[in-house]
């Protein structure tokens, strides 16, 4: 058995946001790598093990780091650092991955919920959708890298110091986003003392100081983040299409059927959305032979009793 090092996804920040697997390696370690801006000490340590030792990561230079690595694989022990988030968005991950592998160490990603997802959700948005928002960025605070990035048709997370709004607006501005598109502002998103702003691209500076808010924050800017109704100048994307029994076909491309824009070969022929087609009537079921003979002979007999039509001779 080899020393192994778990990297847990811890959420946003509300701690029954940590998965149950995630709950689970931090119960077994020996060693657990906690940031406290990240996850809530009380919290880990009413769910950690007595004899575990608990290592604050701001506490420790990169060589320290990579010592505790190395007694953990001449002890064979069991770690977990904890990671804001979902490790998959931490830009150190392969980093460490390669560090542990190269002290002996078994490696394991566990992930978790990324603040982006626990802020959309809280506004009860999606980060992209039908018809509008194709596109989702996420980038840190690299306003030249945003005002390349941000465009109509896409959702953009921002992670930057909430006193940095400023260069943040003059970024989207640059980019061409229009002053009432839609921004979420998200800081400390789950926890109980969170604060969620909705506003706009032209209110975001105002709205940022009002609430006293200068560490560091998420900002998600896109039409998808809207309230209700589209604002105003918003024109939907030419894929945009609704499922309804009538508009599984389209007239437009023969022999083919659409769906969201795409378009997927058939061999029937197209059919008018406004005019579905009629169906062809059923074929009534034949009588038994029995009464098909009899009424034959009724038939018949009818018809020799109809009298001929004569004509008297004057």
Not at 5 to 33: E, K, Y
Not at 67 to 92: C, I, K, M, N, W
Not at 111 to 135: F, K, M, Q, R
Request: neutral net charge; aromatic residues 4%; contains cysteine.
């Amino acid at each position: 058995m080899r020393g192994a090092v778990s990297f847990v996804g811890a959420g946003p920040g509300a701690a029954d946001l940590v998965t149950l697997r995630g709950a689970s390696r931090i119960a077994d370690a020996d060693l657990v790598l906690y940031t406290p801006s990240v996850v809530d000490v009380a919290w880990l340590r009413e769910h950690t093990r007595a004899d575990a030792d608990l290592v604050d990561l701001d506490r420790l230079a990169a060589d320290d780091l990579a010592e505790l690595y190395r007694r953990l694989a001449s002890r064979r022990h069991r770690a977990v650092r904890l990671v804001a988030g979902d490790p998959a968005l931490t830009p150190e991950l392969r980093e460490q991955r390669e560090l542990c592998a190269k002290l002996g160490l078994d490696v394991e990603v566990v992930p978790g919920v990324s603040p982006v997802s626990a802020a959309a959700a809280a506004t009860g948005n999606a980060v992209i959708e039908l018809g509008g928002a194709d596109t989702f960025v996420l980038t840190e605070s690299d306003f030249d890298r945003v005002r390349d990035l941000a465009a109509d048709g896409r959702t953009i997370a921002v992670q930057a110091p909430a006193a940095r709004a400023a260069e943040l607006v003059e970024s989207l501005t640059a980019a061409g986003l229009d002053g009432e598109v839609p921004v979420v502002v998200a800081y400390k998103v789950s926890r109980p003392d969170e604060t969620l702003l909705r506003t706009t691209v032209g209110e975001l500076v105002s709205e940022v100081k009002r609430a006293n808010l200068w560490q560091h924050t998420l900002f998600l800017i896109g039409d998808a983040l809207r309230e209700a109704k589209p604002r105003a100048g918003y024109v939907a994307r030419d894929s945009e299409r609704r499922w309804t029994s009538r508009s599984w076909r389209s007239s437009r491309t023969e022999g083919s059927w659409r769906a969201n824009g795409s378009t997927v070969a058939t061999a029937e022929p197209a059919v008018d959305e406004e005019e579905p087609p009629t169906p062809a009537p059923a074929a009534e079921p034949k009588p038994p032979a029995k009464r098909a003979t009899t009424a034959k002979k009724q038939q018949a007999r009818t018809t020799r009793a109809t009298p001929r039509r004569t004509t008297k001779k004057p």
